[in-house]
């Protein structure tokens, strides 16, 4: 099936399809330089090795790949390739590559030099782990003084690195088959990226704790290695697993519970647009209205006159979100919020408050920003909106709620957001973070219990970066991590990606959900600077319209087969019970929905869907 790369991916550029690799059982993908989805006898073993260059800011590198050359034998294949790295005032980084593979593993050898000099927050492997079916199983670690120690991948998300000073980690790919990871030339470590909402465990090289950014000298060789070694004691060679049925299998499953109310983000530049739109928003319904406030930024008295207007039309609720500046004791600003918010007349359903500073990130080995403490700031908080509803956490991502963890007492809700291309921003690693969805819900359930949860707003692009400076202007529309726009917003691929976040965090019972604003670059509809027509909706809003009028409904779980392409979950609403898919990958996919009972009618319970699809199926009673 061919669809114009625009109408999925809000860009005409389509990434290049990975060169496949393979020597015997052992098969990996070669992308931009990068070997990614590593596989053993049909096996996921690695999720990527990579050389990675980041600025100051811990934007990656884009390198410039020259060079290029595949050779390739039924036992063996090798590459070869020169990177490089343009740098600010005319510094360059040049790395040679070459990577060896075998029916027992692989070698990635690189040496990186600089003429100029060259500043980094960091060079070298970045080695990947997947998440499912890893989290919470035996690992080996040899550190760096030879001592091996046995342990085990974390289960529940750990908010600072498990594993420090690595030489080499080994775990199990299947019964009687090993997998060693063996780096040298530094010093590694892992942190877990499930933070972020990579779907991975990172291993990388150079320890946060060592200063950042630091300079590579010039014309002084930088060599490192990694590899993979693969340690099968089968008696027997099996066929190739990776021979699988293509077709995805639905099976109903046992879990149920009831579906999240929906919300919006408006800040004050998005105000107006938001006031001219108000017969969208109300074709929408979203359940919650997020109000952003940061009187850092220069927001007062008039932004909150428009959030009361908006309010005003709005049949829902209403959340004023509150970057708490904390430059004077928090409950004289609290007060002073509060009796603007009066003056406006604007009336919220709750607040969700949160010190200004907590959204920058504090990495491990630096030093913690001055801030009040929280049960001073809820508490002034508290005060100052008696009478509402009192919301805290984190105002960026789960890794600064996990890092830095909230007093849930004074609070009546816990709320944080997610952003997919903190690290990367590929199609295939954006879709993956779904993955560590339900790891980053069950972690904040295990802190904090049962306590009224939310998440969002959540979107591709970045509106904040925790990390750096500032987030990455994209002029060009590429894809880019940590960049303050998407061209897949304006894709089907935000609206596949929407849905399949939304059937992730199910299990996680939230009270409400916000994956978008109305307009703007987060929006649901398109501005006057946007590639598609001004006022046009974006393939998202499809979603967005649908969980909102599905919100308060009861779903039941639906079992896929390959969950890594194709979710799906049923709802019972007022219309009768209806299956829900999403394809999320590019490529067409046969699915049969038939063990999902009772299919309407003759329907045949085989379907193709379209690339990057929703669908929508009524069962019969």
């Not at 960091?122 to 989290?135: D, E, K, N, S, T």
């Not at 002029?475 to 976040?501: K, T, V």
């Amino acid at each position: 099936m061919t669809v114009d790369p625009f109408l999925l991916y809000g860009t005409h550029f389509v990434e290049p399809k990975p060169v496949r690799l393979r020597a015997g059982k052992l098969e990996a993908d070669l992308a931009n330089g990068s070997l990614r989805t590593i596989r053993y006898d049909g096996t996921e073993v690695l999720r990527a090795v990579s050389y990675l260059v980041r600025d100051r800011d811990w934007g990656t590198y884009s390198p410039e790949i020259s060079d290029l050359k595949i050779s390739q034998k039924d036992d063996h294949f090798e590459v070869g390739y020169r990177a490089l790295c343009d740098g600010p005032q005319n510094s360059t980084l040049v790395i040679d590559v070459r990577i060896l593979g075998s029916t027992d593993g692989l070698d990635f050898e690189a040496e990186a030099v600089s003429e100029t000099g060259f500043e980094t927050n960091r060079c070298g492997f970045c080695i990947l782990h997947p998440i499912v079916g890893i989290a919470g199983t035996r690992a080996a670690i040899e550190h760096v003084d030879g001592r091996i120690v046995a342990t085990r991948f974390p289960d529940l998300i750990e908010p600072w690195q498990p594993f420090k000073e690595m030489r080499a980690i080994s775990h199990d790919v299947r019964p009687d088959v090993m997998a060693e990871c063996r780096m040298e030339g530094d010093t590694f470590e892992m942190e877990d990226q499930r933070n972020w909402s990579d779907a991975s465990f990172k291993t990388y090289v150079r320890p946060l704790a060592l200063p950042w950014p630091y300079a590579i000298p010039e014309n002084q060789p930088v060599r490192q290695k990694a590899s993979l070694i693969i340690r099968d004691g089968r008696r027997a060679r099996h066929p190739s697993a990776a021979a699988f049925d293509k077709i995805i299998k639905l099976n109903l499953g046992l879990r149920t519970g009831t579906m999240p109310a929906i919300g919006l983000i408006i800040t004050p530049e998005e105000a107006d647009a938001t006031l001219s739109s108000k017969a969208i928003l109300s074709e929408i319904a979203p359940q919650e209205l997020l109000f952003h406030f940061d009187p850092g930024s220069g927001h007062g008295v008039e932004a909150l006159n428009r959030f009361a207007a908006i309010a005003a039309i709005h049949r829902g609720r209403s959340t004023l979100e509150i970057a708490l500046a904390c430059k004077q004791s928090p409950a004289f600003e609290a007060a002073k919020i509060a009796r603007q918010v009066e003056s406006a007349e604007f009336k919220p359903d709750a607040i969700m408050i949160s010190p200004s500073v907590d959204r920058q990130s504090t990495p491990p080995g630096s030093k913690w920003p001055d801030c009040p403490p929280l049960e001073e700031v809820y508490a002034g908080a508290r005060s100052a909106f008696s009478g509402i509803r009192l919301g805290g956490g984190m105002l960026s991502y789960f890794t600064e709620l996990n890092r830095k963890q909230v007093p849930e007492g004074p609070l009546d809700f816990i709320s944080h957001c997610t952003n997919p291309i903190v690290h990367a921003a590929d199609d295939l690693s954006v879709m993956q973070t779904l993955e560590a969805l339900p790891f980053i819900t069950r972690s904040v359930r295990a802190i904090y219990g049962r306590k009224p949860y939310r998440i969002g707003p959540s979107t591709i692009a970045m509106r904040q970066n925790p990390y750096g400076s500032r987030t990455m202007d994209n002029p060009s529309g590429a894809r880019i991590p940590m960049a303050n726009r998407d061209p897949r917003h304006n894709g089907r691929f935000a609206e596949a990606f929407a849905l399949g976040y939304a059937i992730r965090v199910l299990d996680a019972d939230l009270e409400c959900l916000t994956l978008s604003a109305l307009t703007g670059p987060f929006g649901l509809i398109a501005g006057p600077t946007e590639p598609i027509e001004e006022g046009g909706r974006r393939p998202l809003f499809n979603t967005v319209r649908t969980l909102s009028a599905l919100a308060g409904s009861s779903w039941q779980e639906c079992l896929s087969s390959s969950p890594s392409e194709v979710l799906a979950f049923v709802v019972n609403g007022t219309t009768g019970a209806r299956l829900h898919i999403v394809n999320l990958t590019g490529s067409e996919q046969t699915i049969d929905r038939g063990a999902c009972t009772r299919v309407s009618g003759d329907a045949s319970a085989i379907l193709q869907l379209a690339p990057l699809a929703t669908a929508v199926f009524p069962l019969a009673d």
